[in-house]
């Protein structure tokens, strides 16, 4: 909980620095303190303002005003019918924030093997590092049905 403002050093703020002094100082009621009175005076004489930013600062994120992340970030694409169901095509899709930089088109795995996909998603990681800096795929990846196959001339879909 915020401490409460002290009235004293509310109505201090408003005056001059000489006039402070005068009214509080030795020759006043003694309270002034130079190592402290100087900063406290800033803090109440912009405190409204300061506040006034700050809220402003949160609705600003609040929004979605920040601005997008310069990483990169890739997704993988599996189209398959169930994560219990063998692969039927990769792809990828290469993000930078709330925007997609670039799509690798889907790949069919017909006749490869469990090593042969292996293989080729560390390839795909290979390439990825030395354009984008990505290391490994963003969790979890992204899983399309086999009766929406992106590849136009996939057997599955288009007959």
Same mark, same amino acid.
């Given at each position: 909980?915020?401490?409460?403002?002290? %009235?004293?050093?509310?109505?201090?703020?408003?005056?001059?620095?000489?006039?402070?002094?005068?009214?509080?100082?030795? +020759?006043?009621?003694?309270?002034? +303190?130079?190592?402290?009175?100087?900063?406290?005076?800033?803090?109440?004489?912009?405190?409204?303002?300061?506040?006034?930013? %700050? %809220?402003?600062?949160?609705?600003?994120?609040?929004?979605?005003?920040?601005?997008?992340?310069?990483?990169?970030?890739?997704?993988?694409?599996?189209?398959?019918?169930?994560?219990?169901?063998?692969?039927?095509?990769?792809?990828?899709?290469?993000?930078?924030?709330?925007?997609?930089?670039?799509?690798?088109?889907?790949?069919?795995?017909?006749?490869?093997?469990? %090593?042969?996909?292996?293989?080729?998603?560390?390839?795909?990681?290979?390439?990825?590092?030395?354009?984008?800096?990505?290391?490994?795929?963003?969790?979890?990846?992204?899983?399309?049905?086999?009766?929406?196959?992106?590849?136009?001339?996939?057997?599955?879909?288009?007959?």
């Amino acid at each position: 909980m915020p401490r409460r403002l002290n %009235r004293k050093c509310v109505a201090c703020a408003e005056l001059s620095v000489e006039d402070a002094i005068a009214l509080h100082g030795d +020759e006043g009621d003694g309270c002034w +303190e130079p190592s402290k009175c100087h900063r406290r005076r800033s803090h109440y004489r912009h405190r409204d303002d300061n506040n006034r930013r %700050r %809220r402003r600062q949160g609705l600003a994120v609040k929004d979605g005003l920040l601005p997008s992340p310069t990483a990169y970030g890739a997704v993988l694409l599996l189209v398959r019918d169930g994560a219990d169901q063998p692969i039927h095509a990769i792809g990828v899709e290469i993000w930078q924030g709330n925007q997609k930089i670039e799509a690798i088109a889907a790949q069919h795995t017909i006749g490869m093997r469990s %090593r042969d996909i292996q293989t080729y998603l560390q390839e795909l990681l290979g390439k990825l590092t030395e354009s984008y800096g990505i290391a490994k795929f963003d969790p979890p990846p992204k899983e399309i049905p086999i009766s929406q196959c992106p590849i136009p001339a996939c057997p599955h879909t288009h007959e």
